[in-house]
Every structure is written in C-alpha cells, then in structure tokens.
C-alpha cells in the first residue's frame, strides 16, 4: 500500500492558483523530494497534507484514508509529523523541554492525572524524557538539553525541531528546507541523519534547495512550478529533464 496518494489536489488563494491538479504518491520507507522555484507551491502541499490548509478540489490519502480537511491535531494523531520552512519553536522551554512536547500525542496523561501527579504519570514523564534525550541525541543536541531553545543558532534549531518530530514517532516526516541555515559540516550531519531514518524504514517528504543533498538522499523527486507538477522521477531522471533544467535547476545541471 502506498502510504502518500495526493489525487488532483487544487488550491486558489484570491486569483493565485497556488497548486493546479497535483497528483503523486509516495512508497512507504522512502525519501519522496519535493522541489520546484520559490513560489511553485512546495509549502502550501505540506500545509494541505498536515491540516493548516484544505484543498478546493482533489484528496490526499494516507494510508488508504483520505485526511483532506481534517485538522492538524488529528492529522498529527494519524502519525504525521512535520518540520517548518521558518522555525516554530518554544524559546521559553530548554532544548528537552521542547522535544518532550513533541510525544504529547503518545501521552496517556491528562490535565486532572498531571495535576494530581498520580504514580502512573511520574513514570510516563520519565519515559517521555528518555525517549526525547535520545532523539536529541541522534541528531547532536544531547549535550544542549538543558538550554534555552531561544539561545540555539538557526541552524541547531532546525535539528531541534527534527528531534521534536521524530519524538512523536511518526509514519510520515515531513521536512520542509532543513538543511537552510546549516553549515557544510551539519549539512553532511543531515544527510546522514535522513539516510539513517530511511533505515529505520520512516518513510520522508523532503522540501529542499539543496540541491546536492536533494540527489544523494532522495529515492524520487516530484519537481512543482507555478503550481503545477511538471515531473517527477528518479533523481537521474529529473537531473535530465529539459522542462526541469529550463524551469529550476538550469544548465548546469545538464550530463
């Protein structure tokens, strides 16, 4: 079964068609790119999957049910977790703090249980600190724990809210520019880290630029332009489109 189908999905923002009739699907345990010149809708697609915007016209079907319209709470439930062009961070909150929020789906504990601190949720809360120590660690902030995430550079928090997704164990990651910000050494970290969780068999929809790392990590490639969906195909074969070169990526990229 596929796990992303995305059927015809339309949408118009006043006389801007942001997305005209995309339609593609993405293989359970792959990196699925999405890539395109600014404004060709990349975002907007992962604000429809994840239920900050609703479609006008087509579907997006996850795991063989459709999802379109449903608000990003439940969509979050269904195992759906999702990274930010611009980082949404709590900088009130230490590093740990905020990738602990990031399990509060899988939290059983409500607002009357945390507030009579019953046994059970003593041990869930350091449960939940367990878990998100080691996804910190997995992507190099482990020895931040304890700082404010407001004093991270821009580059470390775009790893933390990597952290704080996976923290929600999800299906389906959504990554939306990860690598902006970051510097050669943490770019590299990052391609790691997607091939890693590749292995883990998550399954990735990468937003991304970066064209280098585009091609090393991604298995397929879905290429938007003013909208529409102009190709898609294996790195190789988009690397070769001339509809694609002329549109984005330009002459260079030419073999």
């Avoid at 189908?5 to 949408?11: A, K, Q, T």
């Avoid at 995309?22 to 600014?38: D, H």
């Avoid at 991604?218 to 102009?230: F, M, P, T, W």
């Amino acid at each position: 079964m596929l796990i992303l189908e995305l059927n015809s999905i339309s949408l118009a923002f006043g006389g801007l068609q942001a997305l005209d009739g995309v339609s593609f699907a993405v293989a359970p345990g792959t990196v699925q790119a999405v890539i395109g010149p600014n404004g060709a809708g990349k975002t907007t697609l992962f604000n429809l999957i994840t239920g900050f915007l609703a479609p006008q016209s087509g579907k997006v079907v996850f795991q063989g049910n459709e999802i379109q319209g449903q608000p990003p709470f439940q969509v979050a439930r269904l195992g759906i977790a999702r990274t930010f062009q611009l980082v949404q961070l709590f900088d009130h909150m230490t590093v740990l703090e905020n990738v602990m929020v990031g399990r509060h789906r899988l939290s059983r504990a409500g607002l009357l249980a945390g507030a009579l601190r019953l046994p059970w949720t003593k041990h869930e809360e350091k449960s939940i600190q367990e878990r998100a120590l080691e996804e910190l660690a997995f992507v190099g902030l482990a020895e931040r724990a304890h700082q404010p995430a407001a004093a991270l550079p821009l580059g470390l928090k775009r790893l933390l809210e990597i952290a704080r997704a996976l923290a929600a164990e999800p299906t389906l990651l959504l990554l939306d520019e990860p690598a902006s910000g970051l510097d050669a050494m943490e770019t590299e970290r990052l391609q790691e880290m997607i091939l890693a969780l590749r292995e883990r068999g998550l399954t990735i929809l990468l937003v991304e630029h970066d064209m280098g790392l585009t091609m090393e990590v991604a298995d397929s490639i879905a290429v938007l332009n003013y909208g529409q969906l102009i190709a898609t195909g294996t790195p190789r074969e988009v690397q070769k489109n001339p509809e694609v070169i002329a549109a984005y990526l330009g002459t260079d990229w030419q073999t």
